[in-house]
């Protein structure tokens, strides 16, 4: 096999219209696809993802930039050069295309003979397998308008394949179909694929399929960002405040800005994406997505401090019958520290399961003095709190130091810092579940 990737497009931009009129859609997009890869293009609806699918296509003329499809440059070719690639790819759109007036067998064996590439002897053969191979054996006399929803794009996923193409081009396949039948169909199309080293581009906005992909690109305003900013995307929220913000400001930057109020939105909602987004996308990526919550963690620790009105902030995740610590203002200096359950302030809040509040550090005989000596800081207030899953196992220490105006942590700062931290429990735990240190 050759083994230049079978699409390879690099520079890309592409405007509609002339003029004044003339609307400019694709921005210097560049991606790679190796040959037997499953990429899907994520993304919200106008954000171009059609027009790059038919540009790779061959469906259309590439402006600017090159597009390199099965060995051919698309960009300039002859239309004899774009009709051989259109040949090779099986296509498979948001609404079947399914004739109408044929039976599912006849659709699929107009796809095996449009490709050219079997003798016509055996075309009923092989399109009567692949409507069995895709759960339709006993339907293969039915026209489309005997067929569910989900049955005709199993039609359309047979008609794309029965030709064996070395790539698919897929436009939200699943876009008019339920859960379970979106489902089933991107379930065959992917076992089709990976048998036979199928090469696959599919774009869609249902982040319930995502889990079949090897990878994930992400097209926003025509631009193409990486799965993290896909996943940060996804978060309402967040989605809105980055699209202004993503290349000027880092998210730490981001989230010190917000009032009180706006956090506590923010929170809740990066913690109902969390839990969505593990379901929908079953951990498939998950390295992407822990280090976006490990920047997010880091970052509300931070505004946990500035919130509170305390000098420093720190995280300890309970590892075993250790303390470790997870953020901190200078981790990096530190190293790993580990501190033993009980031992210290975080340590005693860890095994006694209750907030501490203490006016004087060096005058507790529970107060470590070591990190201070390390760091070169001067403790004197603490608030310290256990951070409890729902099974009310405490799981993680949160720690706030010396409060800005020189007074004690009081009552109402500890249920100001209790209320956060519960806010902020099912990072956490999503974090844990990933293994994430
Ligand atoms: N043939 C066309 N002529 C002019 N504008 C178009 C055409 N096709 C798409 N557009 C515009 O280009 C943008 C991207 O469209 P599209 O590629 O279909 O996005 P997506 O598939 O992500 O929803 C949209 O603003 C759309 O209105
Ligand atoms: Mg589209």
Do not use: W
């Amino acid at each position: 096999m050759n083994s230049a990737p079978p699409i390879s497009v690099q520079g890309l931009n592409h405007s509609y219209g002339k003029g004044e009129l003339k609307k400019q859609i694709l921005f210097d997009v560049s991606v790679e696809i190796r040959a037997g890869e499953i990429v899907i293009v994520t993304g919200p609806s106008g954000s171009g993802k059609t027009t790059m699918l038919t540009l790779v296509g061959a469906l259309r003329s590439a402006q600017e930039g090159s597009v390199q499809v099965l060995g051919e440059e698309l960009r300039n070719a002859k239309p004899a050069t774009l009709e051989k690639v259109r040949r090779q790819i099986g296509f498979i759109f948001q609404q079947h295309n399914l004739l109408g007036a044929l039976s599912a067998l006849q659709n699929v064996e107009l796809g095996i003979r449009a490709s050219g590439k079997f003798p016509r002897s055996e075309h009923r053969e092989r399109a009567r397998d692949i409507l069995g191979a895709v759960g339709l054996g006993e339907r293969i006399d039915h026209k489309p308008d005997q067929l569910s929803g989900g049955q005709r794009q199993r039609v359309a996923i047979a008609r794309a394949l029965v030709s064996e193409p070395a790539m698919v081009l897929a436009d939200e396949p699943t876009a008019s179909l339920d859960k379970d039948s979106g489902r089933e169909v991107v379930d065959r199309l992917k076992f089709l694929a990976k048998e036979h080293g199928t090469t696959i581009l599919l774009v869609t906005h249902d982040n319930r399929i995502l889990d079949i992909a090897d990878r994930i690109v992400h097209l926003e305003d025509g631009c193409i960002s990486t799965f993290t900013d896909a996943v940060i995307a996804n978060n309402r929220h967040m989605m809105e405040m980055l699209a202004n913000n993503r290349q000027k400001q880092p998210v730490d930057e981001l989230v010190d800005k917000l009032s009180e109020h706006e956090f506590q939105d923010l929170l809740q909602d990066i913690t109902d994406e969390s839990e969505r987004f593990l379901e929908t996308t079953a951990l498939a990526n998950n390295v992407a997505f822990r280090s976006m919550l490990d920047k997010g963690l880091f970052a509300f620790t931070r505004k946990l401090a500035i919130l509170l009105n305390a000098e420093r902030s720190s995280l300890f995740l309970v590892e075993g019958n250790e303390l470790v610590l997870k953020v901190a203002e200078n981790l990096e200096e530190m190293g790993e520290v580990r501190i033993p359950l009980g031992s210290g302030i975080a340590g005693a809040v860890a095994q006694g399961r209750e907030a501490i509040r203490i006016d004087d550090a060096y005058s507790d005989p529970r107060f470590n003095r070591e990190v201070d000596r390390q760091t070169g800081f001067r403790t004197r207030s603490i608030l310290c709190l256990p951070v409890k899953n729902l099974n009310g196992e405490v799981f993680a220490v949160a720690q706030l130091l010396n409060r800005k105006d020189g007074q004690p942590f009081d009552q109402a700062d500890e249920h100001r810092f209790a209320h956060f931290i519960q806010s902020i429990g099912v990072i956490f735990e999503t974090q844990l579940g990933l293994g994430g240190r």
